[in-house]
């Protein structure tokens, strides 16, 4: 059983970064990677990284500003957001799967969730 601890939300301004982080406590899962939901709307997957092969995957909206990464050693891994913008504003999960479903930045491709963590541009 996998257990995920989130940090690093918070309020910035329009056009500034921010650094999330998602810590896999247990065994180590294949995959992971970040969904934001907004109230009113579906859980939609932003970001998703492979831990075999380190292939990312991204939302088209977020392509270009958003980057993930892991650190294999600490099973954490990071969402870097910059050039943040107010429809950027969300309640940012962490998620991970200890196999691969498919579609990737599918909502129902894992079954391990973080507690959430609120990112707020203005």
């Known amino acids: 059983h996998v257990q995920l601890v989130e940090s690093g939300g918070g309020s910035v301004q329009e056009g500034g970064s921010l650094r999330l982080s998602c810590a896999a406590v247990?065994?180590?899962?294949?995959?992971m990677g970040w969904f934001r939901q907004v109230p009113g709307r579906e859980r939609e997957g932003v970001a998703v990284?492979?831990?075999?092969?380190?292939?990312?995957y991204y939302a088209d909206s977020v392509k270009g500003r958003f980057t993930i990464s892991q650190d294999n050693s600490e099973k954490t891994v990071y969402l870097q957001i910059n050039s943040l913008k107010p429809e950027d504003t969300a309640m940012y999960y962490c998620a991970a799967e200890n196999g691969i479903s498919w579609p990737i930045l599918s909502r129902a491709s894992y079954h391990y969730w973080g507690q959430g963590t609120q990112v707020t541009v203005s």
């Open positions: 247990g065994p180590t899962p294949n995959c």
């Open positions: 990284i492979l831990f075999n092969d380190q292939n990312t």
